[in-house]
């Protein structure tokens, strides 16, 4: 029994540890991929409209997840402290725009949401991943890209539940050393 229990527990970490399809992803201080993304309204996003803006760029597998939900829930309740901080928040997935605006009114989410349907900003910064069984996903990924086009920090397979405090604190350290240089 102990032997089919052990088998069974490497075979689900292995149907759950995704194996990255992309380049690297961009390293911090380097410029931030361009991309051109529609969000849950239809409207086109570019990297180019948010220069001169602190951006707060969150990759997530798929929506309507458990872990995605709380994601982007705990973004929506911290978005005026991010817009006083003079940030933008854009949540990227795979999904569809349809799929984006069906999650996006289910949870009032005040930011746009990206389609990456064809996967190709996703692996631009490294966060495509395919899991097994399951189709090519973005993993879990969020940058902070500063106001020149920067990367100013990556956050790696993040956990959902108390990851946007987290950014959140990051980010108010970085506006105050910008401020001050």
Do not use: M
């Given at each position: 029994m102990t032997r089919i229990l052990h088998g069974a527990a490497?075979?689900?970490s292995f149907l759950f540890a995704g194996a990255a399809l992309a380049a690297d992803?961009?390293?911090?201080?380097?410029?931030?991929?361009?991309?051109r993304l529609q969000d849950q309204t239809g409207k086109w996003h570019e990297l180019a409209d948010y220069r001169g803006k602190?951006?707060?760029?969150?990759?997530?597998?798929?929506?309507?997840?458990?872990?995605?939900?709380?994601?982007?829930c705990e973004f929506r309740d911290n978005i005026f402290a991010y817009r006083d901080l003079g940030a933008v928040i854009?949540?990227?997935s795979v999904?569809?725009?349809?799929?984006h605006k069906a999650f996006a009114d289910e949870h009032s989410l005040p930011f746009p949401i990206l389609a990456d349907a064809e996967k190709k900003t996703a692996a631009a910064y490294g966060t495509l991943t395919k899991y097994v069984g399951i189709a090519e996903l973005a993993?879990?990924?969020?940058?902070?890209?500063?106001?020149?086009?920067?990367v100013a920090k990556h956050?790696?397979?993040?956990?959902?539940?108390?990851?946007?405090?987290?950014?959140?604190?990051?980010?108010?350290?970085?506006v105050a050393a910008a401020k001050k240089s």
């Open positions: 490497i075979a689900l992803p961009p390293a911090v201080g380097s410029p931030a991929p361009a991309f602190w951006v707060v760029l969150y990759f997530y597998p798929k929506d309507n997840t458990p872990g995605c939900t709380t994601q982007a854009l949540g990227v999904d569809d725009v349809a799929s993993r879990r990924d969020t940058f902070i890209i500063d106001p020149q086009g920067k956050y790696v397979k993040v956990d959902p539940k108390g990851h946007s405090e987290v950014v959140l604190s990051d980010l108010k350290q970085l």
